[in-house]
């Protein structure tokens, strides 16, 4: 295993032990966190490692969200909604994934961007399902206090990121990834040399789209009522890639960390600027994609360290 990737599980691993020192701020702010890595690891798989450029992760998110929802509202159990909604977005995903894959370059993402609108008006309109644009009401725990429901939803939305964050792992490693690797330097010659390029690829939007998927029911039962403004809000879409973007395309280390980064930016201008948080945020996320245009992975700090040392 890669010192990169043994990174990522250290820093997950400490990421588990917020409950321990920290109150229910923290324990919102880490499940958030947790969210935001796990939407932005499973983008890389298409974005980082085949170089598509997806917008479907709100799509997708809003889908396990309300498949969810709808599952516990008919009392099936957390981890069973929250299991089935991430297998049925992997299906479905995979299926569309074999057409929408042939399409490339910025065809390929006005594709990807359309599915959350066409998913929101499916939501809008099956009101004896979903509950229409009114929203959707998920089951409360009854007897659980705040402390405890907040540990256990943390717990939860972390450990589908531990989730995301082995599948990213295996399918570097493997001959999938190889496969996304050949189609992002040229996917015209990995196809002459005879590599299924659209099979590869729809496994990995399956893939990608069954973690995001499950990190939305998680969200769902945390939040305990969603509507389709909320969960298919395209900034679950945009969000994933500027993570990846600040932290490193294809490093899934670089990605983790670009998602807290993103995290801590967005909580200090919330709590500073409120009423031009989105223009703050937005100057200073330039400016890191220019000072950083390969992201965090492209610091040297051992290079900055022997330096310092000479100084």
């Known amino acids: 295993m890669s010192r990169s990737n043994i990174a990522l599980l250290v820093l997950i691993a400490a990421l588990a032990c917020l409950p321990l020192v920290g109150g229910a701020y923290a324990l919102r702010l880490g ?62 995903a995979t299926l569309l994934g074999a057409v929408l894959l042939r399409l490339r370059g910025h065809y390929f993402a006005i594709a990807s961007l359309s599915l959350a609108e066409v998913l929101r008006e499916v939501v809008n309109n099956a009101t004896d399902l979903t509950g229409g644009g009114m929203g959707l009401n998920i089951p409360l725990s009854a007897g659980a206090s705040v402390m405890a429901e907040a540990t256990f939803f943390f717990y939860a939305m972390w450990l589908v990121m531990l989730l995301t964050a082995a599948m990213v792992i295996l399918v570097a490693g493997s001959r999938l990834g190889f496969a996304l690797n050949c189609i992002r330097q040229n996917e ?9 390029t659209t099979l590869a690829k729809s496994i990995a939007f399956g893939l990608s789209a069954c973690f995001v998927a499950a990190a939305g029911g998680v969200y769902a039962a945390w939040v305990h009522y969603i509507d389709p403004s909320d969960v298919f809000d395209i900034l679950y879409s945009v ?37 031009i948080h989105s223009g703050v945020l937005g100057v200073l996320i330039v400016l890191l994609l220019l000072f950083l245009p390969h992201g965090l992975t492209s610091l040297r700090f051992g290079r900055l360290w022997r330096r310092a040392k000479h100084v």
Request: aromatic share 14%.
């Open 239 to 275: 969000k994933p890639i500027v993570m990846a973007l600040m932290g490193g395309l294809g490093s899934p280390f670089g990605v983790a960390c670009g998602a807290l980064l993103y995290l801590g930016l967005e909580e200090v201008v919330w709590r500073n600027y409120i009423q």
């Open 188 to 196: 015209t010659a990995s196809a002459m040399v005879g590599l299924n």
């Open 31 to 92: 499940t958030i966190a947790c969210l935001y890595a796990t939407l932005a690891l499973s983008w890389n798989v298409v974005g980082g490692f085949a170089g598509y450029p997806s917008f479907a992760t709100a799509a997708f998110f809003g889908f396990g969200a309300y498949c969810a929802g709808v599952l516990m509202g008919k009392d099936w159990p957390l981890w069973a909604a929250i299991a089935a909604s991430g297998i049925l977005a992997m299906v479905a």
